[in-house]
């Protein structure tokens, strides 16, 4: 209940216990007269009975002043006791009691003083001991710190659930635009507790997956997978994915194993089994220039094909002439054979040049991947029993041929394959071979009937490929030229049996390479958090989970005034995100934004934005897309968010974007907490929970102080019993402040 609230119900009691009393001992003197005194009385207070109800209100008055003084002076007082303890106990333990109140108050807040004074000092020992024990555990981690922020990889480790809970500065790196710089839409991406399949197609990860899972499976030493994506910036990135295996899995009907299975159920990783994958690492490297000199090759190859086409066609014509005309004149022989002088030269020329313009493209081929042959059968097979409902079986599969290929568009390509076999023909049933000729390995997907046409094959071969629910901008001609592969239809004359045969090149077995010697130095990552191993992965119901468990996007914004309805704009945006109860001050964002109108000379003064700063900005149209996309995924937090969101809901039909995320606000919150506090200001706030204030009033300023603020919070708020964030949004709905309107 609000303290004034209970504090007028209060005073309302103890007025009409009061006026109740009065009139009870007004009636037992008046029912204890004699019968001639009551007559007495009545004659002597009736023409004075308004100055009686006057006097009787004046005490009622009187009495009610003394009891606001006193409930003031001591019911206030001690709960502004139980606040500061709370504080101390909980959020801030160099905070301290102001003495105030009666005699008997003030020793008791001296006492409380004194006792946060002695339980301060114990944790700062016991601090200091803890810090000496596990100094050999920090050598380690600072170690491990410099290993990955020294490596001239790129590195991302996830969880289960695909989300982000390691990453080196190499990685986002690698994952900018193509000058390197960090935009912030990269920013976005890349970022702890954050998904990887906003940067990774899901299929494309889980087919990886599968492949990893069917290698742990058979027990193969070191089993790894190598894929390639392309960014939203255009970059060819390959990525090399080895396992995090987990802890073997409970039996089968226990929650844990349950609430397991619910989880892998919306991750990329595949079906339980026991190899149970806990997360995975991936490396990753930028083959985008690699690419391109691929492509270079292509267009070199084509340019001397035609180039040299002339020539060879005047040289040819030369030699015809003299072989067809041996007797011909002395200066017609001089004149062919100086022909074929200048252009055998010319040819020679352009062939040196190109050799010397192009030898490294000539050296480069699109990224492939070495693996069993056979693994990539069981690959196909699993998918299309699953998306496709067909059955498949094998004969003929030899285990020891290697291939080398891009194995998510190879099984894409059989997909695609039972896909129109089983739409167009119905067959029901497909039979997988593998054999070995020569240094090609013959790789069979074959079917009882119909027999078909070859025409059938090129039409399918020029098709984009879809199966399965699936599509891909890929044709089968496409896929086999990035593989470097044949595919050709044929007919088992013995059997009457039809099949589709693609030919792939083969590759020697891959062994795992000796390490580089790893350097150690004294940096350390900036972007780490092992802990997110343990995370529940994020899900629609976030009002049952706990508030210390959740991802947050703490925001601010500077504005050009205080009025949006009349036309007022954002000018800065600021915010940081809180992931596994840690403020990520590495992942801040921080953007100014042209406002296309003045700036009222009051809001200029507090935020001290300028025009001039603002010149050359982008607009807020194109802001709000990026600042989506960074608080995608995690509650919002802000101080009076009410104002900050009534600022980003007027551009909804403008823009498009739409920010539905749950919101809280520290404002609120501190009134759930603490309503018997004088003010819920944020530097007020800050002080009273032991957090510098800096930078304030700049969006990225207030935006970290409101993210510690809200740290300081949570454990206040599971002292109220307020540890959900449905708990949270129902206390703070009943504040005062939550009434107001902007």
Known sequence: MNENLRFVLALAAFLAVVAGLELVAG???????????????????????????????????????????????????????????????NANSSHRLELAGPSELKRLTRAVND?????????????????????????????LAALMSELTQGVLVCNADGRILLYNERARQTLCAPDGAQTETSMTLVGLGRSIFTIIDRNLLAHALENIRARLEKDEPGPSAQLVFTTRAGQLIRVRLAPVVAAPEAPPGGPESESRHAVAEGSAVPAPSPFALGGFVMTLENVTHTFELDSTRDMLLQSLTEGSRAALANIRAAVE??????DCDPVHRDRFLQVIREEARALSGRLDKTTSDYADSLKTRWPLEEMLGIDAVAAARRRIESRLGLRTLSEVLDDSIWIKADSYTLVQAFSYLAGRLKEGYEVRELCFNLRRHARIAELDLAWSEPILSQGVLYDWETDTMRAGGEDSPLTLRDVTDRLGAEVVYMVDKQRQR???????????????????????????????????????????????????????????????????????????IGAVRIVNNRLLRYETYEQLVDPKRPIAASSQTVHGISHEMLRGQPVLDQVLPQFHEYCEDTVLVGHNAAFDMRFLQVKEAQTGIRFTQPVLDTLLLSQVLHPNQESHALEAIAERLGVAVVARHTALGDALVTGEVFLRMIPLLAAHGIRSLRDAREATEKALYAKVDY
């Open 498 to 572: 039809p099949f589709i045969r693609f030919l792939l090149p083969m590759a020697k077995p891959t062994r795992a390479s000796v390490g580089v010697p790893i350097r150690f130095d004294e940096s350390r990552p900036e972007f780490y958090d092992f802990d997110l191993f343990h995370q529940a992965g994020q899900t629609p119901e976030l009002d049952q989970l706990p508030l210390a468990e959740l991802a947050y996007t703490v925001i601010d914004t500077e504005t050009t005034g205080l009025d949006p309805s009349a036309g007022d704009e954002i000018i800065a």
């Open 321 to 326: 002439t003299l072989t067809d005309y041996p």
């Open 115 to 143: 006792l946060a004074e002695h339980g301060e000092m114990l944790a700062r020992d016991l601090e200091a001991k803890v810090a000496r024990a596990k100094s050999s555990v920090e050598e380690e981690k600072n170690r």
């Open 27 to 89: 009636y037992a003197v008046f029912h204890a007269l004699e019968a001639d005194e009551k007559e007495r009385v009545v004659r002597v207070l009736a023409p004075k009975a308004e100055l009686v109800g006057e006097i009787g209100l004046l005490l009622l008055a009187i009495l009610g002043i003394a009891f606001a003084v006193a409930y003031q002076y001591y019911v206030k007082g001690a709960l502004k006791i139980a606040e500061g303890i709370r504080i101390a106990l």
